[in-house]
């Protein structure tokens, strides 16, 4: 048994505004009441004057401050959600597992979850997603090397392996359509356990999922 927690994010990025331009995508920072005590006492100096440097360059310190403020703000999450879940877990002898957000893009790790690996080096099954290829026409090929992301699985297995886990879980097979075969079924499954998952969790109720297979 494990609990399952499905895509927890930051949504910090206007990601989903795909129709606007790039000017209008105003710069979100995740946020919390107390967050400049909270990295006075890792950093030992005062975000606040340098806010500035988040978002634009604010001279030599610009680089120093982003990364400063990213790795508090990457321990908090951790902290706050990832290690609770797991002490909860523990503590009622329950596995801790699920996938993030968009984990195939390296760029997205850090605007949705903070720091991919370390999250997922907490939980006892890390796990990831691969709920294509979708009826609009997505090849298989596409799947498994680019929209699956063929270092996902090793990223997660390395992550388990960093607390002596050894199995990795994903989710699969839904928004897939009617044109998912047994064929392609095989095919993800075999690529999955190539790069490093141990557990696949089917997800097939006519592979659908809101819009992206057709209604019945």
């Given at each position: 048994e494990a609990m399952f927690?499905d895509?927890p994010?930051l ?13 209008n995508h105003y710069?979100?920072l995740p946020?919390?009441d107390g967050?400049?005590?909270y990295?006075?006492?890792r950093?030992?100096?005062?975000i606040m ?7 634009k ?7 120093n401050?982003?990364?400063d403020y990213?790795?508090?703000a990457?321990d ?13 877990c523990v503590?009622?002898?329950?596995a801790f597992s699920g996938?993030q957000?968009?984990?195939e893009g390296l760029l997205?790790h850090?605007?949705f979850?903070?720091?991919?690996i370390?999250?997922?080096s ?9 709920i294509?290829p979708r009826p609009e ?13 063929p270092?996902v699985g090793?990223?997660?297995s390395?992550?388990?392996?960093t ?7 994903s989710?699969?097979?839904a928004?897939?359509g ?5 064929e392609?079924?095989i095919?993800i499954a075999n690529?999955?356990?190539a ?6 969790m089917p997800?097939g ?10 209604e019945t």
């Amino acid at each position: 048994e494990a609990m399952f927690t499905d895509e927890p994010c930051l949504h910090t990025a206007g990601y989903w505004d795909f129709k606007e331009s790039a000017e209008n995508h105003y710069p979100l920072l995740p946020w919390v009441d107390g967050f400049p005590e909270y990295f006075y006492a890792r950093k030992a100096y005062d975000i606040m004057p340098k806010l500035d440097g988040l978002v634009k360059d604010a001279g030599p310190e610009t680089h120093n401050v982003r990364c400063d403020y990213w790795e508090v703000a990457c321990d908090l999450i951790l902290e706050s959600y990832y290690e609770q879940l797991r002490d909860w877990c523990v503590r009622n002898k329950i596995a801790f597992s699920g996938h993030q957000l968009l984990e195939e893009g390296l760029l997205l790790h850090l605007m949705f979850s903070g720091s991919f690996i370390r999250n997922a080096s907490r939980q006892h099954i890390p796990g990831m997603d691969l709920i294509v290829p979708r009826p609009e026409g997505v090849s298989l090929e596409d799947t498994m090397t680019r929209a699956g992301g063929p270092y996902v699985g090793k990223m997660l297995s390395s992550a388990a392996h960093t607390r002596g886990a050894t199995e990795v879980m994903s989710e699969s097979f839904a928004a897939s359509g009617y044109e998912m075969t047994l064929e392609k079924i095989i095919a993800i499954a075999n690529w999955q356990f190539a790069t490093g998952v141990t557990e696949i969790m089917p997800m097939g109720r006519h592979h659908l999922r809101r819009r992206q297979a057709p209604e019945t």
